[in-house]
């Protein structure tokens, strides 16, 4: 069964870049799998930010496309969000996630706190 | 493509026949899904393919719908039910996933 781990600093300052590592187990990040992260913001809906696949095809949502960057390490089976220029509004839980059927979800991370602040 | 979800929020009590519905702005395709999220809490998957219960989930949980409309329900509403419910959509090409506002459940 896949595990996933989402890890980073939980305080970036304003203008500063947002990096995540999400650390996959129980499954080759090589799979047949797209590997997302989605956020929530305090007292916010689920945004999907964006996925890649093994190979580095991505995909992002285009109102955070300007300034998202996902990567894959297959070396540490860890894939990893870049979020540049950040400010208030991008405090959030983050969310590493996946599925066998790349239509949803069924595998997350327990989330991880990201608060932008000076 | 929009997600709409109604209602918002809704109190319920303990073995209420609850139903929430999630429009989308223009027709899609089965690619919907549906999760629970409880505070501090990653969410869990309940429902995808519009009706397909995910594994472990259990059975008082059933989706239906195609098109725009699509609905979650509840046959008798437990305790550990009291959560937010979210739906979400896949468009294929270009794949962007999109989730509705949420609709939140709790005790009357």
């Known amino acids: 069964q896949v595990q996933l781990q989402e890890s980073g600093p939980g305080l970036v300052k304003p203008s500063g870049t947002l990096s995540l590592t999400c650390t996959v187990s129980?499954?080759?990040?090589?799979?047949?799998?797209?590997w997302s992260w989605v956020r929530q913001p305090p007292g916010k809906g689920l945004e999907w930010i964006g996925e890649?696949?093994?190979?580095?095809?991505?995909n992002y949502n285009p109102s955070l496309k300007s300034r998202v960057t996902i990567s894959v390490d297959k070396s540490k089976n860890q894939f990893s969000l870049k979020l540049s220029s950040v400010t208030a509004a991008d405090t959030a839980v983050y969310y590493c996630?996946?599925?066998?059927?790349?239509?949803?979800?069924?595998?997350w991370g327990q989330g991880t706190l990201v608060t932008v602040s000076s | 493509i929009q997600l709409t979800q109604s209602p918002s929020s809704l109190s319920a009590s303990v073995g209420d026949r609850v139903t929430i519905t999630c429009r989308a702005s223009q027709g899609i395709s089965s690619y919907l899904a549906w999760y629970q999220k409880k505070p501090g809490k990653a969410p869990k998957l309940l429902i995808y393919a519009a009706s397909t219960l995910q594994s472990g989930v259990p059975s008082r949980f059933s989706g239906s719908g195609s098109g725009t409309d699509f609905t979650l329900t509840i046959s008798s509403l437990q305790p550990e039910d009291f959560a937010t419910y979210y739906c979400q959509q896949l468009n294929r090409y270009p794949r962007l996933f999109t989730f509705g506002p949420g609709t939140k459940v709790d005790i009357k």
């Open positions: 996630a996946t599925s066998v059927v790349p239509t949803h979800f069924d595998y």
């Open positions: 890649i696949y093994h190979i580095g095809s991505t």
């Open positions: 129980g499954g080759s990040i090589s799979s047949s799998n797209w």
